[in-house]
């Protein structure tokens, strides 16, 4: 359990745990992380029967982590200190991990929500839309991303190797699950009203948009992959049927955007690319084994020949373009059509510079380091 100033009810808690271990004559211990309490919560914890650690990091993740880690058991439960949570009936987490299920998760919305218990906001919007986003993104068959009692195997644990050290915490664990293949289910679990009289730590706005932000960041797909190649696919089409002409009402002005949309689409590609090899050689991410037979083909002269070949095209056209004014055939050809030379000339330019600087930029990130 992380603990931060939980004085009114982290006594409770370990009680209530405890019970669940004697009465259902499970070998186990009761672990409160705690994370700088000044209002007593250490010593009410061990006067229950907790053993008590202290993490010196701040966060939620950090407490976890640090608790976690400190755990002796095969099996691992985590909860809140501050009475939310069913901490008695414990049993459908137990029995589920003991049948070979390696993270287990409470559903409160099956379980229950006791009144008071959660804000409006959050029972049905936060939770909701973000646990909506994390079964999208990640095809998680998770339904309660955030609910914070669940089980899982310290094996399991150690393979996921969890980084984040504040809330979002909740979600990288159930993400990482999903990426790494771990066998997840869930249970139903009731939701109390908190125990504490003092504001609460969750801020719900704050809190929120980091947990859709890691989300995001955790899948390059769908935050620079697909919408690049819809940039660029938009782009392309709309650039190549105006090259001839004017259509309908479109003119330079639209081809100039959609010059635009392929240039940030190759870069929104580009950046998925990168952050995914960066994310696989730091471990955020597990392998991808499709994109390192595909990065062993693409050699980084590979793509300096092709950004080159790119660049001589653009430079072709600009220097027609130059011609054109120097035997003053600019003003008669017209903006419209001068235009038309100028805008695919410019992108080529930029796409080739692109191309080679993302081909030397992986280089740098697949260099094996020692």
């Known amino acids: 359990m992380p603990c931060l100033n939980e004085a009114e009810t982290v006594g409770g808690c370990v009680e209530k745990a405890m019970r669940f271990l004697t009465d259902n004559q499970i070998k186990g211990e009761v672990i409160v992380a705690d994370n700088g309490s000044n209002d007593g919560s250490p010593q009410i914890a061990s006067d229950n029967g907790a053993r008590v650690v202290f993490v010196q990091e701040k966060g939620y993740g950090s407490a976890l982590m640090g608790g976690i880690s400190a755990a002796q058991g095969k099996y691992i439960i985590m909860g809140d200190s501050d ?6 009936n414990l049993m459908p987490f137990l029995e ?7 993270l287990v998760v409470g559903n409160r919305f099956k379980g229950g929500i006791e009144p008071h218990a959660m804000s409006f906001l959050n029972k049905r919007i936060g939770n909701p839309f973000l646990s909506g986003i994390g079964r999208l993104i990640f095809k998680s068959k998770v339904k309660d991303f955030h609910c914070g009692l669940r089980g899982f195997t310290k094996k399991a644990y150690k393979k996921i190797d969890m980084r984040t050290t504040g809330m979002e915490f909740a979600s990288e664990m159930i993400v990482k699950a999903t990426l790494f293949d771990l066998k997840t289910t869930e249970v139903p679990t009731t939701m109390f009203p908190s125990g504490r009289t003092r504001a609460p730590h969750l801020k719900p706005f704050s809190d929120g948009w980091r947990h859709l932000r890691f989300l995001l960041l955790y899948s390059p797909k769908w935050l620079f992959l697909y919408p690049g190649f819809l940039l660029i696919l938009l782009g392309f089409i709309i650039g190549i049927l105006l090259i001839p ?11 100039l955007y959609a010059a635009g949309g392929v240039i940030i689409g190759l870069q929104a590609v580009s950046f998925a690319i990168l952050t995914k090899v ?3 050689q730091e471990k955020l991410l597990p392998q991808h084994p499709k994109l390192n037979k595909l990065l062993k083909k693409v050699k980084v002269e590979y793509m300096l020949g092709f950004g080159a070949v790119l660049l ?3 430079l072709a056209g600009t220097i027609y373009a130059i011609s054109l004014m120097g035997e003053g055939n600019f003003s008669s050809l017209g903006i419209t059509r001068t235009m038309r030379i100028i805008i695919p000339s410019i992108t080529l330019l930029s796409v080739g510079f692109q191309i080679i600087f993302s081909g030397f930029f992986l280089s740098i990130l697949k260099l094996k380091i020692k």
């Open 278 to 280: 960066y994310a696989m």
């Open 245 to 255: 002409g004017s259509l309908l009402s479109l003119d330079i002005h639209t081809m």
């Open 96 to 102: 589920k991990l003991r049948e070979g299920f390696h």
């Open 83 to 88: 009475g939310s949570h069913d901490l008695y």
């Open 312 to 314: 001589i095209l653009g």
